[in-house]
């Protein structure tokens, strides 16, 4: 650190630049006028220029006010809505002219001879820093905290304790995860439903290649809201339907499909978004925010991209009255992995 | 079931071959109907005197093509079928097989229904001409009585989805309410492919999924119907006939509903908000900087004090 | 106060005065310069945009209900009615279809979050290819670091209260980001969410972050910045009269509270006009949040559109050990990714001090090229970025220009390592080609494009010597040779206890220093000065002892001036 202190007290700047090696500083440039500077006409010319812009500005509030009271809400114009452009086309062009007016007044017409502030170092100088110090260690001495170790002890350990309070009072924000994420509301028998409209399925309700976007018909007796929306985030499934000869299923789900109906769960196995967008010829399913890939074919496997599991296949039946029904819950947690998920 | 998917450099050829063939054909079948819907066109626009005129000309013609008993109807379907057989013969036959049986470069249509051809022949993706990871839409090489007799045809040859009435598609009773819920029903089963605007958006491999802005109702329906290429069927037995409408509905509001906030950007979402914050906003601004550091015109030669 | 102020004006100031001292403030900051160039107003646009923020966000919070209260849609906005929502959905769509200027607001207010973090990146930028976060500034560069991360959170938080289905679907994307964090995740998750996913606590929760702890946070900062940008005063480029001690430039008042108060309303109004004229987050066309629905071409806003492009091109690792799961292909991109930019932007001012050992105070800015191993980190970081980036569009770009998305994702699993190697590698060589071609300037001056003939037959171009100005401003930077730590033993033969690092600085200095081209001394000057006339290979040139000029002319040695 540099010690040579300039007359105010202030540390100097050492000299950090290669400036002036080899090429001398020739020093500031003269100051050139500018045609406003030295021709009263081009000044005049300048000034009406900016009174004119900051005068349209006022126009272009007063046309604000206007289209705010005459033009309708839901008007439009053009193909868009008319308030919003009427509105933000006057107030921006307001706003611009303002400022376009008062860059311009400082280009032209204010001076423009440059000046030069000298700097000094961001340190302080080292008179201040002994007496920084003095200042600091008298207040120390003063309090006694150095001398009087029980009391810095406690106080130290009281804080750190305070910390817990406020943790503590977050533990309130939500409930324990327990197991809630590894089941969903389907159970043997539940309905499968068309989302949406609630309609019940029947297997030959499903043409080849159909899909069929679908939901536990329980899930209409949830009370509205929370219950049912953290319900249908777990439970959505897809239905599709593919030849028969065409599914290579594991051995112990040979029988969790219906003649060709196979169902799986609709939240994506990487981050959770829904996955349907299906490709009947392929029998590939797609997701669309990061485009893991699964075979619907091939018991969910993982094709392409980031997801490292296969879509939890949910086991279906027909039950007596010829509806499609779950044979059970899924038989592993659905959506995103999360570290207890094992 | 599957249209084209693996149809590739065969199917191409077949498509060359066929063409000036069906366009002949086209004319002999088609002279007869256009006339007949010219004279309707007049009718609506040109009043009586026209009508009177054009009736008298065509008046024989107007009668076969519009049956009014049930033998007539009949016979006119029977030759509808027949001159679809002969079109199909010739710019389909190559790659379906002589009898729809399909081949290896395309698969069977019987049983597809009207609907399907309706759709891929009234979208131009049939007859196909590249080979790619889809068959995409093009300009139409089919005049509508053309694809209707084709529709006819491939109909006889199997029960399948038939092309859906006017009543079917008419969604002009439609309330706000069964409009809002075909948005509920567009956003759960299409949008994932199709985006929440209907805009498209990407599938595997260089596949995609079409946007449907530019789609008639008709087209729309029957895609729902038939499931072309890799999309999907969406059954009447699950998606109802009053889904698809109110689906379709929905589609409809959306177009005629202004672009509310400015340019809609594609409508494609984040990216190109992002694009235009870039280019639009950063790129003026950084322009408008180098305007105001810049300094007022200097006069040359003249030097300060 | 002058004699001449008029009683109304001078009352009030000295009753200030009297109060708090008013006349010692403005004597002492009124006239505080600022130098003049573009991209020292590149950070004003952020803190312009984060006034606009505040302002449009405050109007937006007069009708925005932060309530996930589910409700039955009866509102202006026909395609939606009877639907059920949010109430914070219900009331985004009456802001926008039923307040006057309601849209227009939510659209300035977007439009201004995003010019907010894009105009902090490219004040970052500047801020790093000219070397401006070296001492005394490196405690501004990292609360600019600090600033850059909330602002990506604020941002984030922004864009999920609206609760349509894009930003439940990002909201979705969190919940699994924070469930792939080891050990805590799950239980992390359950805290914010109140619950399950999507439970109805989360918006009601973010709000408050988003309207009153990050701003405060970010308000007070920002004044720390500029608070600092005082007290340093403001870097400069270099050129004749500028020195590392002083700074040129133009005074606050009048000049600068002109431009810079003119920048502000244009700020504004680009952003208003953005706001009237391109429609953004049209939310009454996603519709309300649902989780079994999903739109083709689901985003994030632009800044986090890299963390999405590492997600989708993460290869999916995932590993199970002792019944527990670690989700790699989450983990890494997503916290990953966010904590190497927060890390790696937060030491980098203290790595390149360590390297060069350079402990002065810097007030003069770098040309990027004379600092071409710095430059070139960061393009391939640019290089980084820009690839992530196009792998969180991969859908958008797979349709526009008919590509699989399979094929852009696997080049970029590849051109993610590749890339910014190559870009580090071309970057520096351009810098020094151009640090070459600086100092060819200064020994030999300019080519004029002026062929002649010598006597004896031989062609030469001839080369106009530098304008002093211009000269100086080439080599006004240092000089940087590699770290040299000689023979590392002292006088008695006892190599130096810290020995090894030494050598691993030395070694990291001379690839930082090892190949940049050296400006001129002054005897290399001078050697061309005199030496210059007619080279070996025919390139002589032409050179000026006293220049004609009344400035003085650098470059050139005796001889003819052809003007």
């Known amino acids: ?342 | 079931m599957r249209f084209g998917v693996r149809g590739r450099s065969r199917l191409n050829t077949g498509g060359d071959r066929g063409r000036p063939r069906l366009n002949t054909g086209g004319i002999r079948v088609g002279s007869r109907i256009s006339a007949v819907l010219s004279a309707r066109r007049r009718h609506r626009f040109a009043g009586a005197v026209v009508v009177m005129i054009a009736l008298g000309a065509f008046g024989g013609a107007y009668a076969l093509a519009s049956p009014s008993s049930k033998a007539s109807a009949d016979a006119a379907q029977a030759t509808q079928i027949e001159e679809g057989r002969k079109l199909f013969a010739v710019s389909c036959s190559s790659c379906h097989g002589l009898n729809a049986q399909g081949t290896n470069e395309g698969p069977t249509l019987i049983g597809v229904g009207a609907a399907a051809v309706d759709f891929q022949v009234g979208t131009g993706r049939m007859p196909a001409q590249q080979p790619g990871a889809q068959i995409p839409p093009k300009k139409v090489v089919f005049s509508d009585e053309e694809i209707a007799a084709l529709s006819a045809y491939v109909a006889s040859l199997g029960p399948g989805p038939s092309v859906p009435s006017k009543e079917q598609l008419n969604t002009s009773d439609l309330t706000d309410a069964e409009i809002a819920e075909g948005g509920e029903l567009f956003r759960t089963n299409c949008a994932s492919c199709h985006n929440v605007a209907g805009k498209g958006g990407a599938l595997t491999w260089g596949k995609y999924a079409p946007n449907l802005t530019g789609s008639s109702p008709r087209h729309i329906y029957e895609a729902m119907l038939t499931g072309p290429q890799q999309m999907p069927v969406f059954s009447e037995a699950v998606i109802t006939p009053d889904d698809k409408r109110k689906i379709i509905g929905y589609l409809e509001a959306l177009k005629t509903e202004p672009s509310r906030g400015g340019f809609g950007l594609g409508g494609l979402g984040p990216v190109t908000e992002g694009l235009a914050t870039w280019i639009v906003g950063i790129g003026s601004l950084v322009i408008i900087t180098v305007w105001i550091a810049s300094r007022g015109q200097k006069v040359k030669g003249v030097k300060g004090k | 106060m002058s004699s001449a102020t008029p009683k109304a004006v001078s009352a009030p100031l000295e009753f200030l005065d009297e109060r708090v001292g008013l006349a010692k403030l403005v004597k002492s900051n009124l006239r505080k310069v600022f130098p003049d160039h573009w991209s020292f107003l590149l950070g004003e646009i952020a803190l312009y945009s984060f006034i606009v923020l505040l302002l449009s966000g405050t109007f937006l919070t007069l009708w925005f209900k932060p309530s996930m209260q589910e409700i039955v849609y009866n509102g202006a906005y026909g395609p939606m009615q009877g639907l059920h929502m949010s109430e914070a959905f219900a009331s985004t769509l009456d802001i926008s279809f039923s307040v006057r200027g309601g849209l227009l607001m939510r659209q300035i207010h977007h439009w201004a979050a995003m010019l907010f973090i894009g105009a902090m990146t490219i004040h970052m930028l500047r801020v790093f290819f000219t070397g401006a976060f070296r001492k005394p500034r490196e405690i501004n560069w990292l609360i600019g670091t600090i600033l850059l991360q909330l602002g990506l959170i604020e941002g984030f938080t922004g864009y999920s209260l609206p609760d349509d289905l894009l930003s439940g679907t990002g909201l979705r994307f969190v919940e699994g980001l924070i469930r792939s964090v080891p050990v805590v995740g799950t239980y992390v998750s359950f805290f914010l969410f109140g619950g399950e996913f999507p439970g109805d606590a989360i918006i009601p929760r973010l709000y408050p972050i988003h309207i009153l702890l990050l701003p405060g946070l970010i308000l007070a900062l920002v004044a720390a910045h500029i608070g600092l940008v005082v007290y340093h005063k403001h870097t400069q480029h270099t050129g004749s009269g500028r020195t590392n001690k002083n700074v040129v430039g133009y005074p606050l008042m009048p000049v600068y509270m002109a431009k810079a108060g003119g920048f502000f309303f244009i700020v504004f109004g680009v952003t208003a006009l953005m706001g009237a004229l391109f429609q953004l987050n049209p939310v009454w066309i996603y519709g309300p949040y649902n989780a079994a629905q999903v739109g083709a071409g689901t985003q994030p806003d632009w800044y986090m559109g890299w963390v999405e492009g590492g997600l989708r091109i993460m290869p999916n690792w995932e590993t199970h050990i002792a019944g527990f799961t670690i989700s790699w292909n989450i983990f890494i991109p997503g916290v990953g990714l966010l904590g190497l930019l927060a890390v790696v932007m937060s030491i980098y001012p203290f790595i390149e001090r360590w390297v060069t050992g350079d402990n002065r105070e810097h007030h003069l800015l770098d040309k990027p090229r004379n600092q071409p191993t710095r430059t070139g980190f960061g393009v391939a970081g640019m290089t980084f970025y820009g690839l992530l980036w196009i792998g969180g569009g991969n859908d958008i770009i797979a349709t526009t220009f008919h590509l699989a998305i399979n094929d852009i994702t696997w080049f970029l699993r590849i051109a993610i390592f590749i890339g910014p190697v190559i870009a580090f590698m071309i970057t520096k060589r351009i810098c020094i080609g151009l640090q070459r071609r600086d100092r060819d300037k200064l020994l030999h001056g300019t080519e004029s494009g002026i062929v002649m003939r010598l006597p004896h037959g031989e062609f030469i171009e001839v080369h106009k010597p530098l304008p002093m100005e211009q000269a100086y401003e080439l080599a006004a930077h240092d000089r940087q040779e590699p770290l040299d730590i000689g023979a590392g033993v002292d006088h008695n033969g006892v190599e130096a206890p810290n020995r090894r690092i030494l050598r691993l600085r030395a070694r990291v200095s001379r690839f930082w220093f090892g190949d940049a081209v050296q400006k001129p001394t002054a005897g290399e000057l001078e050697a061309a000065h005199t030496h210059g006339h007619g080279h070996d290979d025919g390139h002589g040139e032409l050179e000026a002892g006293e220049s004609e000029a009344h400035r003085p002319e650098v470059g050139a040695g005796s001889g003819k001036t052809p003007t």
């Open chain 1, 1 to 342: 650190m540099s010690s040579d202190l300039s007359s105010h007290g202030e540390v100097a700047i050492p000299d950090a630049s290669g400036a002036g090696d080899p090429i001398p500083d020739p020093g500031l440039p003269p100051h050139e006028p500018r045609l406003t500077d030295v021709d009263e006409q081009a000044a005049k010319r300048a000034e009406r220029q900016v009174a004119t812009l900051f005068g349209l500005a006022a126009l272009l509030i007063i046309a604000f006010v206007v289209a705010y009271l005459v033009v309708p809400r839901h008007a439009a114009f053009l193909g868009f809505g008319a308030s919003n452009l009427a509105l933000g086309s006057t107030l921006g062009l307001a706003l611009l002219f303002i400022g376009v007016g008062a860059v311009q007044w400082a280009r032209r017409l204010m001076d423009d001879h440059e000046i030069v502030e000298e700097r000094h170092s961001s340190s302080s100088s080292e008179q201040d820093r002994a007496e920084a110090i003095a200042v600091v260690r008298q207040g120390a001495d003063e309090s006694g905290i150095g001398r009087r170790t029980l009391i810095r002890r406690t106080l130290i350990g009281a804080v750190a304790t305070l910390g817990i309070a406020p943790i503590i009072l977050l533990a309130d924000l939500g409930p324990l995860p327990g197991n809630k994420s590894a089941h969903t509301i389907w159970r043997r028998g539940t309905r499968i439903a068309n989302d949406v409209t609630f309609k019940l399925l029947r297997p030959e309700d499903l043409e080849l290649g159909q899909l069929v976007n679908a939901v536990p018909l329980t899930l209409e007796d949830l009370p509205e809201g929370k219950e049912r929306n953290n319900a249908r985030a777990k439970a959505s499934v897809i239905l599709v339907r593919m030849e028969e000869n065409q599914i290579r299923a594991l051995p112990n789900r040979k029988n969790w499909g219906v003649g060709g109906i196979l169902c799986y769960s609709k939240v994506c196995t990487h981050v959770g978004c829904p996955v349907n967008l299906y490709e009947r010829v392929t029998r590939h399913v797609l997701c669309p925010c990061h485009q893991s890939t699964f075979d619907l074919a091939d018991n969910g496997r993982v094709v392409f991209g980031p997801a490292a599991r296969s879509l939890p296949q949910l086991p279906i039946m027909v039950d007596a009255d010829g509806y499609l029904v779950a044979q059970s819950d899924f038989t592993e947690p659905v959506g995103p992995s999360y570290w207890e998920r094992g």
